[in-house]
């Protein structure tokens, strides 16, 4: 991995399609792009964006960054792309986090239709990315019933900050039997 892009969409099919894109081009992955919530790397980048991205990938790009820049701006892509070279601090940031996070798991299409799997292949996709920074009410298999606020939810679980005070807890999503998203009241 002598690079990283940093890719954000709006929605899952503009990032299917903006990786695909890149593939086609000629950047080479090293390994399958991995799902991280939009809002954890606008915090490390540390710019906020104009547009409300609802997705993001991190894929592990085995050509350079001038390589991979230079086939970036020819392409016209549906997502923001932010490539990152092996010099620069963010990508030792980035380069750990690709080694725990889970793979992203992309809507597959054929001939225009959604192709469909048998499901013990494919998990259930659960997003709760948009509920990030969120007051919920997370039940466990337990049976017990905690208030509080959605700091961050993947694949594997969501990392969840007690309203009462005490430590963030993460919990996986074997731990979790629902999660209930009060309604705003309208006043």
Not at 3 to 18: E, G, N, P, Q, Y
Not at 161 to 177: A, L, N, R
Request: aromatic share 8%; net charge neutral; proline share 6%.
């Amino acid at each position: 991995m002598k690079s990283i892009a940093i890719v954000r969409a709006t929605d899952i099919l503009k990032l299917r399609s903006t990786l695909l894109e890149m593939n086609r081009a000629g950047i080479e992955f090293d390994g399958k792009p991995k799902e991280i919530n939009p809002a954890s790397v606008e915090k490390v980048l540390s710019r906020p964006s104009a547009k409300n991205y609802e997705f993001c990938s991190l894929a592990p790009i085995i050509q350079d960054h001038g390589f991979s820049q230079g086939i970036i701006k020819a392409l016209t892509l549906y997502s923001e792309v932010l490539i990152i070279d092996e010099s620069s601090e963010l990508f030792s940031r980035f380069s750990k986090l690709i080694q725990v996070l889970p793979d992203l798991d992309l809507p597959s299409y054929k001939e225009g239709k959604k192709q469909i799997t048998a499901p013990q292949e494919k998990p259930t996709s659960v997003y709760l990315g948009v509920f990030v920074d969120k007051k919920v009410q997370l039940h466990t298999i337990s049976g017990k019933v905690n208030d509080g606020i959605l700091r961050h939810a993947d694949s594997i679980g969501v990392f969840f900050e007690p309203q009462d005070g005490s430590s963030p807890v993460f919990f996986t999503w074997h731990d979790i039997k629902k999660i209930v998203i009060p309604r705003e009241e309208k006043g």
